[in-house]
């Protein structure tokens, strides 16, 4: 087979956090992501340390109406130019675009009765042109925009009262938007709320005197409640729809075969499949609930929760890949920065600047791996390479180490196809450049469309595409047969 099966949903995945910019226009309330800084001089490897958020430094960051040193206020202002980089998508050729709905441009506190009008206004214009364009929206509910006074207020999603809120947002979301919107998604990367509590769930470490960890799992519990409400919510209220649940793919190998290596790797793809396993299983998995009940941690499991979980599972698996990770128990080893991760360097795999371990073969590792395990559809949401684009004199991108990425991951992907993987669509992330969720950089370009600002907002905005852009208008139009081109 050198094509993908008839049907299936190429296109490119967006955030509103890290695109729509207009933080503060019609009525938007500020958001956890309105508060993230960009650093210019902190190493990318580095970036991880700098997420730690106290309640002074949210005061200050939101008395601080400066946008230049808060990219996501800004991001590529999207808001405002949004027709434009449709009709860029729709001369790609996308079947689907991955979007997410900003809840602080429904519900700028979170705490409203009804819904902003502008902020309805706005997504269902965006909702109505891509149909008319004959793209496929794919929305998630939620990426990192949660309303920032949920977050000062209520310690974010620790408070039980924060999933009524959120199945109000979702409610709007579904009402107004479901005769546009039949794929869904909850929660992007339910997992990094371990890695980042503050941006995926509003936790606050000095709002949380039960301990940081035991409120991350409060969160998270009242997460995975309010992710089966919504499913729940979605079949009743759009016939025909599907909710997908929403995984950093964090495929990890052991360094070697010596067996702690090889457990140590384990243990890894265990956790990370814990998220996905409770949405796809409806249930907590026992060495989970074991090794919490041994770290002291409990759930705030309440009667009924247990039945909902179980009741209204995700349609399908979705999930972000852009590398993969190594462990091992030397103390040696030497680390190389992922994901809002740090692994252990692999030997055999070359690097991104920002010290990404590039692995297609990874990609059809992880598709075989999560197929088997879940045995349900899949959908590749996020996949791509951040690199420093150069702009030639004559106003040219030319990007062939992105070309390079893409070709080698869509290749393993169609071989994960070809074994029998059921695969829905796959969005590259992402199609135009962006602010970085981790860094606050669109300096780390992933665009087939470079977007004419630098780190610090100057710049015209303008888009202009890249070589990548007519080679992906090209696997897209060809349904992946000229991937056998060279
Ligand atoms: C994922 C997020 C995306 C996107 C991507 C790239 O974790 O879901 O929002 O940002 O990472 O990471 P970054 O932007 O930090 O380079």
């Known amino acids: ?39 210019p001089n902190v190493d990318p490897k580095e970036y991880a340390a700098h997420h730690v958020v106290t ?79 004959g793209i496929e929206p794919l929305v998630t509910l939620s990426h990192y925009e949660m309303p920032i006074h949920l977050a000062t207020a209520y310690n974010g999603w620790s408070d039980r009262r924060v999933i009524e809120l959120f199945v109000r947002f979702a409610t709007t979301c579904f009402t107004e938007f479901g005769s546009l919107v039949k794929l869904w998604l909850t929660f992007n990367e339910i997992d990094s709320i371990r890695r980042h509590p503050f941006t995926t769930a509003g936790v606050i470490e000095d ?32 016939p025909g729809s599907r909710m997908g649940c929403m995984l950093t793919k964090l495929t990890t190998y052991p360094l070697t075969c010596e067996p702690e290596d090889v457990a140590a790797a384990q243990a890894k793809n265990l956790e990370n499949h814990f998220y996905t396993d409770v949405q796809t299983f409806g249930v907590y998995p026992r060495l989970i609930l074991t090794d919490l009940e041994r770290r002291g941690i409990t759930l705030p499991i309440l009667p009924g929760d247990e039945e909902l979980l179980a009741a209204h599972t995700a349609d399908f698996v979705s999930f ?32 991104s600047e920002w010290g990404w371990q590039v692995d297609p073969v990874g990609l059809r590792i992880s598709l075989i791996e999560l197929y088997d395990r879940y ?11 951040g690199a420093r684009d150069e702009l030639t004199a004559d106003g040219k991108i030319h990007d062939p180490y992105r ?27 992402a199609p135009i450049d962006m602010i970085s969720a981790s860094s606050s950089q669109i300096s780390k370009r992933y665009g087939f469309i470079h977007v004419d600002f630098d780190d610090l ?22 349904n992946g047969a000229s991937l056998d081109e060279e």
């Open 457 to 478: 907002g100057n710049g015209s905005g303008q888009r202009r595409k890249k070589d990548s852009f007519n080679w992906y208008q090209r696997v897209i139009a060809s």
């Open 320 to 351: 972000s890949y852009y590398m993969s990770m190594t462990e091992s128990v030397s103390p040696d080893a030497e680390r190389t920065p992922g994901n809002t991760v740090l692994g252990v360097k692999n030997p055999y795999l070359p690097s």
């Open 207 to 238: 709002k949380s005197p039960q301990g940081l960890e035991q409120a991350v799992y409060e969160a998270l519990h009242h997460q995975f409640v309010a992710s089966a409400l919504v499913t729940q919510l979605c079949h009743e209220l759009i």
């Open 55 to 133: 309640s002074e430094g949210i005061a200050a960051a939101l008395a601080d109406r400066d946008v230049t040193y808060y990219p996501k206020r800004r991001g590529i202002d999207f808001y405002h130019r949004w027709r434009e980089d449709l009709a860029l998508f729709a001369e790609l050729g996308f079947g689907v675009l991955r979007v997410s709905i900003a809840w602080s441009r429904l519900y700028p506190t979170g705490e409203e009765e009804t819904p902003n009008p502008a902020g309805v206004a706005f997504y269902r214009e965006l909702f109505t042109e891509m149909r008319r364009l």
């Open 1 to 39: 087979m050198s094509r993908f099966p008839d049907g299936f949903l190429w296109g490119g995945a967006l955030a509103a956090n890290q695109v729509e910019g207009a933080w503060d226009v019609d009525s938007r309330g500020p958001s956890v992501a309105d508060i993230a800084t960009y650093k």
């Open 403 to 429: 070309i390079a990425y893409f070709r080698s991951h869509l290749r393993e992907m169609r071989r994960a196809v070809e074994q029998g993987v059921e695969l829905l669509g796959y969005t590259s992330w």
């Open 375 to 385: 045995r349900k559809p899949l959908f590749v949401v996020e996949n791509g390479l």
